[in-house]
């Protein structure tokens, strides 16, 4: 009579053996001899026989092939499989071995649970240390290799388990017999069902000529050769695997951070390039310093660091992101001393975590268009966190920038023309100003606030500029064949393009297509563009004064107003910004700045508009100051070309034949025939 039922009995068995099993993976790892597999064997109703397999292989094999190995027989008394089976594996274990030791490369593994670490005998070889007694820690490794690269093995052994990573560094060995003693000292990372680290196994090879030369070229393909960080290259790859992890882990959490070097280009303008590589490096060590072990840091563009933020925490002392993230950012703007001057930088950051994203680009697109949103706000040089309404945000102005370009094809951008007025001579008509507006649909308008500031982002203020600039020649040629022959029309111009190479080229081919006299062409720039290269400036000035082309400063006292300024640049009027004129009849500082502007413009014997004038009481006070020329609503509001031609036919005032013919002589000929008031390709 049986008491147990024996397949019962088996089966608890192999379950008590296999969890067994497990509990001696650390001891293996150690090279000791321990039992590793049990195997149950009922010889009779109340004898049971458990067979102990002992074994020294260094590195785990597959459970299941080992039961096929095993192969559960029936029940039998007779010792000899027994003892053939504990011989094979023996002979296995000896030819591992000898394949181990003949092979030029040292294996090593790392049990993360107990902390202990296994070498080959190749290993210890390598490491020159067949003398250590630290054989199963990672101390043998650092007594036989140089401080610094112990520390870089720390870091990279750190982040391997932190995200999973595989790593491969050079270390150079101390007090090295033969050679220079440097070796190639690689891992893997083992992952269990979980996505956590059981163990890392790696290898160890002597550093030949070959693998120098194979490492010299890793560093140019993604390291930034000028601050030793990474590149944009190595930056996205980097990028691809936090997002890859994150997919496969919901509770990994990264970041993405952007770094702006505000007005980085009037550091090499007014120092020079050299001063400029300094201040990158500079700033790349700073970010450096704050950074934890293992973020990734790397310079994306001439001015623009960014930096991978892995496994970060909230509310957790100095691992939490905006802690990371400020250290940084007060780091990095300190003053730089440099050639015994002392540099003042602005720095601008934003910063996205991967939430709600699935891609690299997602996350970049979040985080630029929050960095965009910074340098655009009030809060300039400080740090922007990404958030939904800034996404709702970039959407619309991505598709806004689409549409500009459609536009632009479509021809979809109109001239609307305000007319400026000669108070001194009956209040007539002497210019107009050319004002872009979006004809979107049929008598649906888009006021150029809404769309300029994009397109000077995006750079499309380019071609829409030149795009306005031939539509109001052509106007102005019209109305010059119309018999307005003095009549003027004022196009502003942006600093993007008063900063292109071939400006004048493309103006004198504009001119020389629409034949327009250069005497009727006016191009209105900002104080800010007038001065921000100030040298450069005056040569284009005078060019085009050369060419008998009027030039206006617009939205004059907004900016960098300079009496030295005006007296160097060869401008022909100033204009005085709306923003005076609103309150110069109630607000005496209004008053007395709107008077001080009209003093200068008559010092310096400069013409001088009031914009946005749109009361009585607004144009008495101006003409009381002697201000002649007017431009605002209450005159006129822009108008469209045939309503500015009716305009024209009621307030034009013809400049008197001697001034007509004065002004016909002094304008010089460019590079074609001149007849009369056109000229001719």
């Known amino acids: 009579m049986r008491l147990f039922d024996e397949k019962v009995v088996l089966r608890f068995l192999l379950v008590i053996a296999s969890v067994f099993f497990a509990a001696f993976i650390p001891e293996i790892l150690s090279g000791k001899e321990r039992l590793i597999w049990a195997i149950p064997y009922i010889l009779a109703d109340f ?4 067979v102990a397999v002992l074994y020294r292989f260094p590195i785990i094999g597959n459970r299941k092939r080992m039961r096929e190995d095993v192969n559960i027989a029936p029940p039998t008394a007779d010792p000899t499989p027994i003892r053939d089976f504990k011989k094979d594996l023996m002979e296995r274990d000896e030819l591992f071995q000898m394949m181990v030791d003949i092979s030029a490369s040292g ?3 790392f049990d993360v649970i107990t902390g202990k670490v296994y070498w080959s005998r190749r290993a210890i070889k390598l490491l020159q240390a067949e003398s250590s007694t630290m054989l199963d820690s990672f101390d043998l490794l650092k007594e036989r290799i140089v401080e610094s690269d112990w ?8 982040v391997a388990l932190e995200n999973g990573e595989k790593f491969s560094l050079t270390v150079n060995l101390l007090k090295a017999k033969s050679g220079e003693g440097s070796l190639m000292l690689s891992g893997h990372v083992q992952m269990n069902d979980s996505g956590h680290p059981i163990r890392i196994v790696g290898a160890l090879n002597e550093y030949s000529d070959k693998q120098a030369q194979a490492k010299q070229n890793y560093y140019y393909a993604y390291q930034d050769a000028l601050t030793g960080v990474y590149n944009r290259k190595f930056f996205l790859e980097k990028l691809k695997v936090d997002v890859d992890m994150a997919l496969k882990r919901p509770d990994y959490l990264f970041a993405v951070a952007l770094l702006d070097i505000d007005r980085f280009g009037a550091i090499n303008t007014s120092y020079s390039i050299n001063v400029g590589d300094s201040v990158l490096r500079v700033v790349a060590d700073r970010i450096k310093a704050q950074c934890r072990v293992g973020d990734t840091i790397a310079r994306i563009g001439p001015d623009v660091f960014a930096i991978v933020l892995h496994d970060i925490k909230f509310n957790d002392d100095d691992n939490d992101i905006k802690a990371v993230v400020r250290r940084i950012h007060n780091a990095v703007k300190q003053p730089i001393q440099l050639e015994g001057r002392e540099l003042y930088i602005g720095v601008s950051m934003a910063v996205a975590l991967n939430r709600e994203v699935d891609c690299v680009e997602d996350i970049m697109a979040n985080v630029t268009s929050s960095l965009r949103e910074m340098k655009k706000s009030v809060a300039h040089g400080g740090i922007q966190f990404f958030s939904g309404g800034i996404r709702e945000k970039a959407m619309k102005l991505y598709k806004l920038e689409f549409d500009i370009r459609r536009a632009l094809q479509a021809r979809e951008f109109v001239l609307f023309y305000q007319p400026i007025v000669d ?4 209040n007539r008509v002497s210019a107009f100003e050319a004002l872009v507006r979006w004809n979107q649909s049929e008598n649906r308008f888009i006021s150029p606030a809404e769309f300029i500031p994009i397109a000077e982002e995006t750079g499309l203020i380019i071609p829409m500029g030149a795009q306005i600039l031939r539509m ?11 018999g307005f022959t003095d009549i003027q029309v004022a196009v502003n111009f942006s600093a993007k393009q008063f900063a292109l190479d071939n400006m004048i080229d493309d103006i004198k081919q504009v001119l020389l297509e629409t034949h327009l006299n250069p005497k009727n062409l006016k191009l209105e720039i900002t104080e800010y563009t007038a001065v921000c290269e100030a040298e450069k400036t005056v040569k284009i000035m005078k060019a085009l004064s050369g060419m008998g082309i009027q030039i206006s400063i617009d939205d004059f006292g907004t900016g960098y107003s300079s009496l030295s300024y005006l007296k160097q640049f060869p401008i022909h009027t100033l204009k005085m910004d ?4 609103d309150h110069v009849t109630d607000d005496e500082e209004d008053a007395s700045f709107a008077r001080m502007v009209i003093g200068i413009a008559k010092s310096l014997n400069l013409d001088l508009i009031a914009e946005g004038v749109e009361s009585e009481e607004q144009l008495d006070f101006l003409k009381s100051e002697g201000c002649k020329l007017i431009q605002g609503f209450y005159f006129s509001k822009p108008l469209s070309a045939d309503k500015a031609y009716e305009y024209l036919q009621q307030h034009y005032l013809p400049a008197s ?4 013919e004065k002004a016909a002589m002094d304008i010089p000929v460019i590079e074609r025939g001149y007849v009369g008031e056109s000229y001719i390709p």
């Open 151 to 158: 520390l870089q093995f720390k870091k990279a052994l750190q």
């Open 423 to 426: 108070i001194a001579n009956g």
């Open 107 to 109: 294996f090593w593994t």
């Open 578 to 581: 709306k923003s005076f004129i």
């Open 472 to 482: 109001a020649c052509l106007q102005a040629k019209a109305w010059v064949d119309q």
């Open 47 to 50: 004898f049971l026989v458990v």
């Open 657 to 660: 034949s001697a001034t007509a």
